[in-house]
């Protein structure tokens, strides 16, 4: 449910909900009072207790009292001069909120209620013998400060003195029923709005107010630099869309801090393993050239010997640099490529014959089958593909054990495409580590491959250029056995255009 939605709903809830309800409550309390107020009382009618006209419900409270006080006068008026019955009658409509006052020619000679009798203005205010009709049911006399029902019975006493009766009722006040069921429909009122505005107020804060303390306490913790939490709301409103963003900020962020981690930690093994790198040769170079200095080298022979060995020093710190700028280019993606068509079969002739000089003076056997046409052509960079082949082999070369090293090159036709394998007898990678030997900085035994040197990127400098070609590269090994690593490359074919 939308936000909007929400807030119209809990708009309309906590308005036409309680009202509804305390519509409901005060219909039922007030039937089930007018009905229990018509059976204690003996009433022929139904009392609307609710009814601003107060004076209906005092009329009729009073009508069976007096009805059996004009059918009394009837037949016994010598009765209403006896103060035992008089006051028996007064106690029964005293039950019905009435008082009794009964007046024999001008004297007053019974007044059922204490404070009326010394209520002289009332007194002297009672309506005259036959004032009021005696089919009424009643008149109204005001005396300024209160409201009161009078109905008046005329008669004759046995001497033949006229007599009234009158039942008199105070309608300024409620009756004790109707003064309870406004007590008890205001309390029912105040529950109904209570329990309403507590459901609405639980719905809310589950809703609205519990995200945003998510929010809230998300955001302290990504302040914080604690990044692993997670949002798990599940609302479709604006606030789930916002944690949902929230929460892919955060992942994000993960990543990237993570990403930095671990570049960081590159940085530092890739600074370790070039220092390492560069102290061997460096420190090969300064012990032939003090033995040069010294004359240690004094025959022409050793001269030469020493001469070519700073220099072959030399040129693997050159190489090295050489590889730690195309790593750089790696990062910031600005390899430079210079494609052309290169014909395969002559193209690792000549590396197999440049490559095998060195091989042949580290006492390696290096061994090249070409199973491809002679006029199969690929596009791709020379020198870039030249490093591909020298990493390889380089990184063959690091790890042969054998006492005599193998390294067969290869090429193969695979339809539309040519595969190269480059194979050695060296000790091989375990199963477990074969799929990452071309992530940066990966070494399969760390503790032992650091005596053999290496900045650790010189396979994924190569699978690189080779993805960069529109190629694909794996690796094969057997511990023990060696290690054959495959590269593929697209052939170079004419596009013949009809004319």
């Known amino acids: 449910m939308r936000l909007k939605t929400r807030l119209t709903t809990a708009f309309l809830a906590i308005t036409i909900v309680p009202l509804f309800l305390i519509s409901v409550c005060i219909y039922a309390l007030s039937s089930y009072q007018s009905q229990s107020f018509k059976r204690v009382y003996g009433l022929a009618e139904q009392v609307e207790l609710l009814s601003s006209n ?62 009326l009798a010394h209520d ?24 300024g400060d209160s409201q009161h029902l009078i109905k008046q019975i005329d008669f004759f006493f046995p ?52 995200p945003l303390d998510k929010i809230r306490k998300a955001t302290k913790d990504i302040r914080d630099g604690n990044l692993d939490f997670t949002m798990d709301i599940d609302s479709d409103d604006e606030l789930g869309e916002l944690c949902m963003d929230f929460e892919e900020m955060r992942m994000r962020l993960k990543d990237s801090n993570e990403e930095k981690l671990q570049y960081d930690r590159e940085s530092k093994e890739l600074i370790s393993n ?18 040069i200095m010294d004359g240690v080298a004094s025959s022409p022979e050793r001269l030469d010997k020493y001469i070519r060995t700073i220099y072959n020093k030399a040129n693997d710190m050159d190489r ?24 395969v079969s002559q193209y690792f002739k000549d590396c197999v014959e440049e490559v095998g000089l060195d091989m042949e003076a580290k006492g390696i056997e290096l061994g090249y089958f070409n199973y491809t046409d002679d006029d199969v052509m690929v596009i791709a960079d020379a020198e870039q593909m030249k490093r591909v ?30 595969q190269v394998g480059i194979e050695d007898n060296g000790r091989g990678i375990a199963a477990k580590d074969l799929p990452n030997i071309f992530d940066r900085f990966y070494r399969a035994d760390a503790s032992r491959n650091s005596s053999k040197g290496g900045s650790g990127i010189g396979l994924s400098i190569v699978r690189k250029i080779i993805e960069d070609h529109g190629g694909r590269i794996w690796a094969t090994s057997k511990e023990g056995s060696g290690t054959e690593v495959h590269f593929v490359l697209r052939k170079y074919q004419e596009v013949i255009q009809n004319e």
Not at 183 to 199: K, N, Q
Not at 281 to 290: M, V
């Open 159 to 210: 001497d033949k003195v006229m007599g009234s009766v009158f039942i008199i009722s105070d309608v300024d006040d409620l009756i004790p029923e109707v003064k309870f069921m406004v007590i008890e429909m205001f309390a029912t009122g105040i529950a109904i709005l209570l329990v309403t505005a507590s459901l609405l107020t639980m719905w809310i804060y589950r809703s609205i107010l519990k």
């Open 274 to 291: 070039i220092a390492h790198d560069l102290k061997t040769p460096i420190t090969a170079i300064k012990g032939y050239a003090e033995g």
């Open 120 to 143: 002289e203005q009332l007194r002297g205010l009672l309506p005259e013998y036959a004032i009021l009709n005696a089919d009424m049911e009643g008149g109204i006399y005001l005396d």
């Open 320 to 343: 090295l640099i050489d590889e730690l700028t195309f790593y750089s280019k790696i990062d910031t993606n600005k390899i430079p490529y210079t494609y052309s068509k290169i014909n």
């Open 389 to 418: 082949i020298n990493n390889i082999i380089s990184n063959s070369v690091k790890y042969l054990d054998k006492k005599r090293g193998i390294i067969n090159i290869r090429i193969q036709d695979a339809g539309d495409f040519i």
């Open 54 to 115: 107060s004076l209906q419900i005092f009329n009729r409270l009073t009508q069976n009292a007096q009805e059996e006080i004009r059918q009394a006068l009837q037949s016994s008026p010598e009765k209403f001069e006896d103060p035992e019955y008089l006051a028996l009658l007064n106690e029964q409509l005293q039950d019905h909120y009435a008082c009794l006052v009964v007046r024999k020619g001008q004297t007053l000679i019974f007044i059922g209620d204490e404070e």
